[in-house]
């Protein structure tokens, strides 16, 4: 399948970790795909030992005293691929302590309250603690590289940091969580509600005794910002979506230069215009060449 050791980590397990992070920093939830890009970077990661040359090749055991995170991600795979684990004092014991969550965290400024969301993978253990798997996939990921190194199959690595947000987030940085469901098919998403403390610079779970939670589905609304070239009339297009309190709030502007306005307002519509100034300049630059 791999014809060496190299080839197989940067073909196998790097693609897979890579895969994960991509979804991780997406702001799309709701069909497990996290969940499911994150347990097979753990298989990668966890099995990668099998696959090394038998000379330099250490047992479980060996490699659980060199990183102890490898040992819980062991149990997690196992726990992931045969439902419950029975046998010795693995550290997780269910494949259903180990959990796609949207984390939403409350913040407030001088216009009132906010909410950013982020999407973590939660591991509970067996001693009541809970674990982020994308912590514990990138700090195995940070061992291999170190292993292949001393093995003189790579070069020095560069150590990789699983992406977080730094907090607080400001309010034209928060990003609200876009939900996929498939029509006949439950959906399953857990939620973690937490509140930042402004004090102690931490983030805290909210305590939710007595109050009774609302939940709102709704389709999106699209809309398209375009800017046009003046002299080839070449257009680009990029589309926001907007959820129904500002869709109303949109729909009430009185002109175009207050929708516009409106639109750069929102923390979408600002990466959308900033891709869409980068996409123009890149236009501008390639009509110079060619004069």
């Given at each position: 399948m791999f014809d060496d050791v190299a080839g197989l980590f940067h073909e196998n397990v790097m693609v897979a970790y890579q895969d994960y992070i991509s979804a991780r920093t997406s702001r799309v939830a709701g069909r497990s795909k996290d969940l499911r890009l994150a347990l097979t970077a753990a298989a990668a990661l966890f099995h990668f030992r099998e696959h090394l040359p038998k000379k330099v090749r250490r047992s479980r055991a060996e490699l659980e005293k060199a990183c102890g995170d490898y040992g819980l991600l062991g149990d997690i795979v196992n726990a992931s691929k045969h439902?419950?684990?029975?046998?010795?004092?693995?550290?997780?014991?269910?494949?259903?302590?180990?959990?796609?969550?949207?984390?939403?965290?409350?913040?407030?400024?001088?216009?009132?309250?906010?909410?950013?969301?982020?999407?973590?993978?939660?591991?509970?253990?067996?001693?009541?603690?809970?674990?982020?798997?994308?912590?514990?996939?990138?700090?195995v990921l940070n061992f291999w590289l170190n292993e292949l190194h001393a093995m003189k199959v790579m070069s020095k690595p560069r150590a990789f940091v699983l992406p977080t947000k730094s907090k607080p987030v400001s309010r034209d940085q928060n990003v609200s969580p876009d939900l996929e469901m498939i029509q006949g098919v439950r959906f399953k998403q857990h939620w973690q509600l937490t509140r930042y403390n402004y004090e102690t610079g931490a983030v805290e779970p909210i305590d939710l005794t007595g109050y009774q939670l609302k939940f709102r589905i709704y389709k999106p609304a699209e809309v398209n910002l375009v800017l046009t070239h003046n002299e080839?009339?070449?257009?680009?297009?990029?589309?926001?979506?907007?959820?129904?309190?500002?869709?109303?709030?949109?729909?009430?502007?009185?002109?175009?230069?207050?929708?516009?306005?409106?639109?750069?307002?929102?923390?979408?519509?600002?990466?959308?215009?900033?891709?869409?100034a980068e996409e123009a300049k890149d236009i501008e630059h390639l009509l110079r060449l060619r004069q």
């Open positions: 439902g419950e684990l029975t046998r010795g004092s693995p550290r997780i014991r269910n494949a259903t302590d180990v959990q796609e969550m949207v984390v939403l965290t409350e913040y407030t400024d001088e216009q009132g309250t906010y909410c950013d969301s982020e999407k973590i993978i939660s591991v509970k253990l067996t001693d009541g603690s809970v674990r982020e798997l994308g912590e514990i996939i990138t700090n080839t009339g070449k257009s680009i297009t990029r589309t926001v979506l907007l959820n129904p309190d500002e869709l109303d709030r949109f729909r009430q502007l009185r002109n175009d230069d207050e929708r516009q306005n409106y639109l750069a307002s929102l923390g979408q519509s600002r990466k959308a215009l900033q891709e869409l």
